[in-house]
């Protein structure tokens, strides 16, 4: 059974989150006070849903601190939308954001996405235009070098890969690499382009190009 952790100081948020996701079958630890977070052994959990604004420890602070401690999807709960926020939480490791007020429709529609997409089995080897995909393992490499992608992002690199030369919107990748289909999120998908975009060039790799007005493909 999944075990799902939700962080956050207003207790009838957490109680909500708890009742919501218990339904679905979930196990589900809450947490108010950020800093308890610190003490809780990580890997046992399939998802974290973490608030941004909390006292003590902020959710971009902790989630900076937890990250090393698991690789498991980390959906943020922010009211924080604008596009310098996305960026900011995307960068350190976040996979997903909810934007609050959320409903619970979306709430628990955006959690089975995610698990979804972690339970998903791949036994292959892809290689193209010199990144090479380790569709098991989740990893990519260029020249023999393991790129340091988040899930979300390998997720991105993975479809796009997989589909050369096909131009995607940033809503259709939305859809199809997290499973959610509706309103979807397609500002997430601009800040994960661009750290992708960064740390392929920082090994000197360039294969995602913008069709401007369109969406993105790899090359």
């Known amino acids: 059974m999944e075990r799902i952790l ?3 100081d207003e207790k009838n948020i957490l109680m909500l989150i708890r009742n919501a996701l218990e339904k679905d079958g979930y196990v ?3 947490v108010a006070d950020s800093r308890e977070v610190l ?4 890997p046992q959990y399939s998802l974290i849903l973490l ?3 909390m006292p003590g420890l902020d959710g971009y602070t902790l989630c900076e601190k937890v990250r090393s401690s698991t690789d498991c999807p980390i959906l943020f709960l922010t009211a924080r939308t604008d596009e310098a926020d996305v960026m900011k939480g995307l960068g350190i490791g976040a996979d997903d954001y909810i934007t609050k ?3 619970i429709g979306e709430l628990r529609a ?10 998903r089995k791949k036994r292959h080897l892809l290689t193209v235009a010199g990144m ?4 098991q393992e989740k990893k990519a490499l260029y020249e023999g070098r393991e790129m340091p992608l988040t899930k979300s992002e390998y997720a991105i690199c993975e479809y796009l890969a997989l ?3 096909q131009v995607f919107s940033k809503e259709r990748i939305y859809e199809h690499v997290f499973g959610y289909e509706k309103d979807s999120d397609s500002t997430a998908i601009t800040e994960h382009i661009k750290n992708i975009r960064s740390k392929c060039l920082a090994v000197g790799a360039a294969p995602i190009e913008t069709v401007w007005g369109i969406g993105y493909r790899w090359k």
């Open 51 to 53: 608030d941004v604004m």
């Open 110 to 119: 955006r959690v089975q996405a995610h698990l979804r997409r972690e339970g």
């Open 28 to 30: 589900v630890d809450t």
């Open 132 to 135: 090479q995909f380790l569709l």
């Open 6 to 8: 939700a962080v956050d």
């Open 163 to 165: 589909h050369q030369g």
């Open 39 to 42: 003490k809780l052994s990580l």
């Open 101 to 103: 007020p959320f409903g």
